[in-house]
């Protein structure tokens, strides 16, 4: 699994955003389901059809460190390493270390200069008016993936989710109809917001364990 960042840049538009989302509503969200990760379920499922819950977590611990880095502009080993190209571990101090860092990835986009310029993260650089908004969107996509295979409730908030399909739905540059995250799955337009940004990211909201 990788960022959702690098194969729709072509067709995106990188002007500078007039307003920056908050990134705290998000972050705050998978914070709130971490108690509710019993270790009997680390190697559970998930709809990352790759990772288990073990892995999923790890991956939130590194996309949160490196988009801290990727707001601060401290760019190095944590926003040049593809994610994919390194399997998530997950140190046994995780429950003390995902929410500090989903506390500091959230503080670091509302510093002067963080929406400015250019910045990176997985190895791609890019404009940081996108790479908050990318942030967004990993944290409310893979927080769903998280309360899914935990059997948690999850709320991400409206403006994180407005970001995210935003982000995520296709558009007409892109003639095989997929998503950031490869195909889409088809979801009624009337459905909530969150059943269709699931499906943008080419996972089924309908998704339980064991399916």
């Given amino acids: 699994m990788t960022f959702a960042v690098p194969t729709r840049l072509h067709c995106m538009d ?20 971490i108690d509710g990760v019993e270790d009997a379920r680390l190697d559970d499922p998930t709809p990352c059809p790759e990772y288990a819950v073990r892995e999923l977590l790890g991956h939130l611990v590194g996309l ?3 988009f801290r880095d ?26 003390t270390v995902l929410p500090q860092r989903l506390d500091e990835l959230a503080e670091a986009w509302t510093t ?7 910045t990176q993260a997985g190895g791609v650089t890019f404009p940081a008016a996108i790479a908050g908004r990318v942030a967004i969107n990993e ?7 998280l309360a899914r295979a935990t059997g948690q409730d999850y709320a991400p908030g409206g403006a994180s989710l407005q970001v995210s399909y935003e982000l995520m739905k296709p558009t007409g540059d892109d003639p095989s109809g997929d998503g950031m995250f490869g195909p889409v799955v088809e979801v009624a337009s009337n459905a909530p917001l969150l059943d269709r940004v699931v ?13």
């Fill in 139 to 145: 944290l409310v996509i893979h927080g769903w993936d």
């Fill in 112 to 118: 002067p200069g963080a929406w400015d310029g250019d």
């Fill in 199 to 211: 499906g943008f990211s080419g996972r089924r909201p309908d998704w339980q364990p064991g399916n």
């Fill in 14 to 33: 990188t002007t500078p955003q007039i307003s920056s989302p908050d990134l705290h509503p998000a972050a705050r969200a998978v914070a709130q389901l």
């Fill in 64 to 66: 949160a460190t490196a």
């Fill in 70 to 95: 990727a707001a601060r502009k401290d760019l190095g080993p944590s926003t040049d390493t593809a994610p994919g190209s390194v399997r998530p571990v997950l140190g046994n101090d995780w429950r």
